[in-house]
């Protein structure tokens, strides 16, 4: 029954995962204005978009307990390795016992915090977890999202609590990346939508759609204020999110292109986007620990970047590749047989 089903699989969304993850290893690296605008234009709604185009709707209970699953315990996982590895460099850089304990003290309050960017609580200052704010997001905006397609007005009731985490992220900014986590329901219920019409496979080839997609992605990026979902900052407003879904079409179009025409490119790029959690949650560590700036501080920074760039990646893909050979790493990042498709 696997092997049928994977024959079917359409490698378009994978692909499109692992061009999402490049551009966010590139985004969290020091770039131009324009190329940051251009990444974070699409590349988090992307994930969220194609997350709820092949959503299926579950049990309470058994969702809450699968996305905590395949979710928190990666969260938690990272968190601990993030510290393990802090304190690895410290030892390495002849750091004393009280910096070590005081980076395992911020990194600990971090990780309870889960913030991607917003440090303050009330009255108190924590650091960024960073890039993995996004499985907590994804937890709340799945299981809330599970609970509303039982009910007659998931896409208002929908609209509506996303519209309360935008709204509240400037009175106060809750744990978890909560907030975070209900507006981007509006992504995950967009892409739910597409799929419950079947407008992407009706609208994928057709030239006036993706023109449209085309004009709607350029204007967010030359006119957009750069799409933040990390801390629910739309600049140019609903026509960012217009942007993110002509986007993420374009991108899907050049996937498909690419399984057909570029098979050897397609077919890395797709097991880069199936492993993409592995490739989050590993790029966590060495973008929160790693002293990169031994490199950028003693080279160019067109020469810093690329080289950064190029061993992030094979970082990451080295990740991928350990992961599967120890047992309880592989329990932690991988999907249990009984789970995959």
Known sequence: ?????????????????????????????????????????????????????????KDSWVCIRKKARSLILPYVCTCILVILSSVFWNIIKGADLNTVTADIKMWTLASLYGSGTITHFLKWNFHIIGAIWFLLAVFWADVIFNFLLKTKHKYILGFILAAIGYFTTDLIWLPASFQAGLTSILFIEIGYFIKQKNLFEKCINNIWVLIAAA??????????????????????????????????????????????????????????????????????????????????????YISATIIIFCMKVLWSVWCVFVVKYIPVLNVIFNKHPKEKL
């Open 1 to 57: 029954m696997n092997k049928i089903v994977e024959k079917k699989r359409d490698l378009s969304f994978d692909i499109a995962k692992g061009i999402g993850m490049l551009a966010v290893i590139l985004g969290h690296m020091s770039l131009p204005a324009r190329l940051s605008g251009f990444i974070f234009s699409f590349h988090m709604p992307l994930f969220f978009l194609i997350n709820g185009y092949f959503f299926k709707e």
């Open 215 to 300: 004009i709607l992605w350029g204007n967010s990026i030359i006119n957009g204020g750069q799409l933040y979902m990390v801390r629910n900052f739309y600049g140019d407003g609903i026509f960012d999110i217009l942007g993110a879904i002509g986007a993420t079409f374009i991108i899907l179009k050049f996937s498909r292109f690419l399984a057909k025409t570029v098979k050897p490119l397609a077919g890395l790029l797709a097991k880069y986007g199936k492993d993409s959690l592995i490739v989050l949650c590993f790029h966590l560590v060495e973008l929160n620990t790693f002293p990169w700036y031994i490199i950028s501080n003693n080279l160019g």
